[in-house]
């Protein structure tokens, strides 16, 4: 079975900290997708990044940052220089083979940036 | 609109009426997804076509629900009975298919709030 485990319910930083969002998947398949998704206050879900599974390079844009681990089926997120602007819930989630690439959530953190 | 459009953006009904949610996905979208977003949770899979068919229908938490996406476009969420319980935002994607299944990002709608009085 697949699962996602976003181990961190809520985290409240302080505006200019670097912020760290965990995330851990569980699956048999081994071609899979990756993805975060950013939920801002109004409600929509919005599509951040996907990483297929073969290919471990990190990623940098802007000030976001992500740190995919196959050895320690890790997915991490990274904020740099957060802006009350990032405030918002953010959810992992695991697409994969069987059953035809259905895309399942994490429960999500959410983030607090405070001014 | 060039986004994923849900209709209606809330409904309140009451234990036991029959409810239909809408779906208008993203043109040439063929995969579309039905999640359930209870407060303070992630979306949880309910129904996922590919075309006019369901590749998975795992999700559906009883037979009270049931999905219709029958010329491959706009799809239907149909809940019979509706219980309090069923109470929560449904979600609509849809995304663009990649080789034979669908690998890519979803783009969400706003939602369908349903609240069962």
């Known amino acids: 079975a697949q699962k996602v485990t976003q181990a961190q319910t809520e985290i409240s930083v302080v505006e200019k900290e670097d912020v760290t969002l965990d995330c851990v998947y569980e699956?048999?398949?081994?071609?899979?997708?990756l993805f975060w998704y950013k939920q801002p206050p109004s409600g929509e879900l919005v599509f951040l990044i996907r990483?297929?599974?073969?290919?471990?390079q990190n990623e940098i844009s802007g000030r976001y940052s992500w740190n995919f681990q196959k050895s320690t089926s890790s997915f991490n997120f990274t904020i740099t220089a957060s802006q009350v602007v990032d405030s918002a819930v953010y959810f992992c989630?695991?697409?994969?083979?069987?059953?035809?690439?259905?895309?399942?959530f994490g429960a999500g953190t959410r983030l607090f940036v405070k001014a | 609109g060039a986004g994923v459009s849900q209709t209606p953006s809330n409904k309140v009904t009451e234990k036991g009426k029959y409810v239909e949610l809408r779906c208008d996905p993203i043109?040439?979208?063929?995969?579309l997804y039905w999640y359930r977003q209870s407060l303070g949770q992630g979306p949880e899979f309910l129904i996922y076509?590919?075309?006019?068919?369901?590749?998975?229908d795992s999700g559906l938490p009883n037979d009270r629900f049931f999905a219709v996406r029958p010329e491959g476009s706009v799809s239907t969420l149909k809940i019979q009975r509706t219980e309090r319980g069923d109470s929560a935002v449904y979600l609509c994607?849809?995304?663009?298919?990649?080789?034979?299944?669908?690998?890519?990002?979803?783009?969400f709608g706003e939602g369908s709030r349903l609240t069962v009085l």
């Open positions: 994607a849809s995304s663009l298919t990649e080789a034979l299944w669908n690998t890519g990002e979803l783009f």
């Open positions: 699956t048999r398949d081994t071609t899979y997708y």
């Open positions: 990483r297929n599974s073969f290919d471990e």
């Open positions: 989630a695991l697409s994969v083979s069987t059953g035809g690439f259905k895309t399942i």
């Open positions: 043109s040439g979208h063929t995969a």
């Open positions: 076509f590919q075309g006019t068919g369901a590749a998975d």
